[in-house]
T-cell receptor, first 116, second 111 residues
Framework: DTGVSQDPRHKITKRGQNVTFRCDPI?????LYWYRQTLGQGPEFLTY????????KSRLLSDRFSAERPKGSFSTLEIQRTEQGDSAMYLC??????????????FGPGTRLTVT | KQEVTQIPAALSVPEGENLVLNCSFT??????LQWFRQDPGKGLTSLLL?????REQTSGRLNASLDKSSGRSTLYIAASQPGDSATYLC??????????FGQGTTLQVKP
């Protein structure tokens, strides 16, 4: 296993279309995170899962955004009715959380979304 | 609400110089702090993680320190090289899983 993978790496879509991104975490990592990063800014948290359960969602995650992790392995992030403001890099990370140990997050290469 | 600030926003140094990047955070109740490197258009590479009970971590030419009480961390890079040119991000983790990031310091090391 070579790390977190994301697909696609780049996506160009027209405003109003739906897009779906996939993230495959490091094997046996029980936590999976989604972040969004715009140019010149640090990543902003969107949501995270522990196994199949979605434990936290940011208020940035409007009702047009939905994320799933159906079997506790890969995850998908869907954006419906895309807007130009959704253009950003979408980053996925995973970690192995064990009890009180504060886990280290490992990031994928990201999916660059451009909404025209 | 946790806020993370990185100073300076950009830094240019000649090759071989030692340098310090700064990170400050407003809420000292953190579980850990991570330093990342990001190359243009790429994802994040984890450099160092400091648990809340630790004061510093070292990896090769990198040394990160943490002072929870003052809400500060520094990343020290020794003998900088052109290949160190990148954006460096610090992030803190509270009692939930999410990381709160600073805006980053963009480093240029000139040959």
């Amino acid at each position: 296993d070579t790390g977190v993978s994301q697909d696609p790496r780049h996506k160009i879509t027209k405003r109003g279309q739906n897009v779906t991104f996939r993230c495959d975490p490091i094997s046996e990592h029980n936590r999976l995170y989604w972040y969004r990063q715009t140019l010149g800014q640090g990543p902003e948290f969107l949501t995270y899962f522990q196994n199949e359960a979605q434990l936290e969602k940011s208020r940035l995650l409007s009702d047009r955004f939905s994320a799933e992790r159906p079997k506790g392995s890969f995850s998908t992030l869907e954006i419906q009715r895309t807007e130009q403001g959704d253009s950003a890099m979408y980053l996925c990370a995973s970690s192995l959380a064990l009890g009180e140990y504060a886990d280290e997050q490992y990031f994928g290469p990201g999916t660059r979304l451009t909404v025209t | 609400k946790q806020e993370v600030t990185q100073i300076p926003a950009a830094l240019s140094v000649p090759e071989g110089e030692n340098l310090v990047l700064n990170c400050s955070f407003t809420d000292s109740a953190i579980y850990n702090l991570q330093w990342f490197r990001q190359d243009p258009g790429k994802g994040l590479t984890s450099l160092l993680l400091i648990q809340s009970s630790q004061r510093e971590q070292t990896s090769g030419r990198l040394n990160a320190s943490l002072d929870k009480s003052s809400g500060r961390s520094t990343l020290y890079i020794a003998a900088s090289q052109p290949g160190d040119s990148a954006t460096y991000l610090c992030a803190v983790r509270g009692n939930t899983g999410k990381l709160i990031f600073g805006q980053g310091t963009t480093l240029q090391v000139k040959p």
